[in-house]
């Protein structure tokens, strides 16, 4: 007994680290915790070596205090609080509402092409959820929106920021998984376009066929003559096209790095604070210091994260893992992938993204590299690339799932006494379907993502 306990010393591990979670612990403890118990364990069972953790300290430098891509993760943080702040999001959402004015569900879509416009400014689905919940839904149950769909609109545009760059979410696993994070950006930009598309095509047909559900504005809403919806489009879009332009446009065209254009973006978002006189000292210290404490809990968890990994590979768990993945009959490179596809989105209704990212990533993405897929795609950074945007699509689910959706229980803390969680959970239903088949299309036809990086030569 003694002896497959040590055998399978890793697999315990990872039992270990899964039931843990479910408690309630901060998952920065349970990571760390988790890898040093067993590695004592290791010890004392004669797998492991106490000299092994004194290449920790070096490890977690190099890894995380000492590397540069991490830097953009704060600065995106500021950029997406200080939007907050500038009340961009509300004007472009009234353009966009005049703009549909005629159109059936256009309010919902306007929410869905603004959730898709602040994704490429922002990248936070905390602030971008209770953003849309704040200045949408009001509006939406007043026109007579579903409570279903006004909600599931919302929810689900929200979470458009962890897919579509710059997201926090794509620098955090182009690290993880050694893919540049640049190349990352623009294989996520066509995926997340296609989930924002299949939301907008799901709400017109909706809308078309029960007009009841989400009524269209009118021609009375709004200017009347083009001088003033012209004036009213460039005042509402142009902010939001600068700050794009700045950090996305500086990326692809290849000025800056994601790190550099980050320290842009937050540059951009403190003038467009400035330009609509949102600006004070003491909304700059609260961003300030929204940032650093959100950049102190990912960077908490990348030390846990590097120490479990650390230890479990030292143990030999991703050759337990393999021999795991034979003995289920589970051995082509097509198998695995769908494999963690599935037990990615089992743990998204239980885990939050990083916890999955941190679970699932050191332990298959080595397995993907050296699978093979024959002639339908192949080139380790491509497969890599590849795999890596199907992790982001699939995680966005992770937001929306229960009972552990962050992103429905941003919004229950912001919707209004009518709004029940059951009236959410049944809104987000039909897009956690939506998001499942741009899954499916992504891993049907990898050219979705692989074709802009390929065609600037992001990848050879």
């Not at 990994?309 to 589970?330: C, P, T």
Request: charged letters at 10%.
């Amino acid at each position: 007994m003694w002896d497959f306990f040590v055998d399978h010393l890793a697999v315990v591990m990872f039992l270990v680290l899964t039931v843990i979670m479910f408690v309630g612990y901060p998952v920065a403890f349970v990571l760390g915790a988790v890898g040093i118990f067993f590695g004592w364990i290791g010890i004392y069972a004669g797998v492991f070596k106490a000299a092994q953790f004194a290449s920790l300290m070096p490890r977690i430098y190099q890894q995380a205090v000492e590397n540069p891509v991490l830097v953009a993760i704060p600065m995106f943080i500021f950029m997406g609080t200080m939007l907050e702040r500038s009340k961009v999001a509300e004007q472009l959402l009234y353009a966009l509402q005049v703009l549909l004015r005629r159109v059936p569900g256009g309010l919902a879509m306007s929410v869905v092409i603004l959730g898709t416009i602040m994704a490429a400014t922002t990248g936070i689905v905390g602030a971008s959820v209770i953003m849309l919940t704040l200045i949408a839904l009001p509006v939406m149950l007043q026109r007579g929106y579903q409570k279903e769909l006004a909600v599931g609109t919302i929810a689900s545009a929200g979470t458009l920021g962890i897919l579509i760059p710059p997201s926090i979410m794509l620098v955090i696993m182009g690290d993880l998984m050694g893919v540049p994070v640049g190349t990352l950006f623009l294989a996520a930009i066509l995926p997340g376009l296609a989930m924002s598309g299949t939301y907008l095509i799901y709400i017109l047909a909706l809308a078309w066929a029960r007009p009841g559900l989400a009524p269209s504005l009118g021609a009375g809403e709004g200017p009347q003559n083009p001088a003033e919806l012209l004036a009213l489009v460039t005042r509402s879009f142009l902010p939001a096209a600068f700050l794009i332009s700045l950090v996305l446009g500086s990326i692809f065209a290849g000025w800056a790095t994601p790190t550099e254009a980050a320290g842009v973006g937050c540059l951009g978002s403190i003038i467009l604070a400035i330009y609509n006189k949102q600006f004070s000292l003491k909304v700059l210290r609260d961003v300030m210091r929204s940032a650093a404490l959100t950049n102190a809990l990912v960077f908490f968890i990348v030390f846990g994260a590097t120490l479990f990994s650390y230890v479990f590979r030292a143990l030999g768990g991703d050759d337990v893992v393999a021999e795991l993945l034979k003995a289920m009959g589970i051995d082509t490179g097509w198998e695995v992938l769908i494999f963690v596809m599935a037990l990615v989105f089992v743990m998204g209704f239980f885990f939050d993204w990083i916890e999955i990212c941190l679970i699932v990533i050191p332990i298959f993405t080595p397995i993907i590299a050296a699978a093979s897929f024959g002639d339908f795609i192949s080139g380790k950074m491509v497969v890599l690339t590849w795999f890596a945007t199907l992790l982001a699509v699939n995680m966005q689910t992770a937001f929306l799932t229960p009972p552990f959706g962050f992103a429905l229980f941003y919004m229950k803390g912001t919707v209004p006494p009518s709004v029940t969680m059951a009236h959410i959970y049944r809104g987000i239903v039909p897009f956690v379907i939506l998001q499942v088949s741009t899954l499916a299309l992504c891993m049907i036809f990898p050219k979705i993502v692989t074709w802009w990086p390929k065609s600037v030569g992001f990848l050879d």
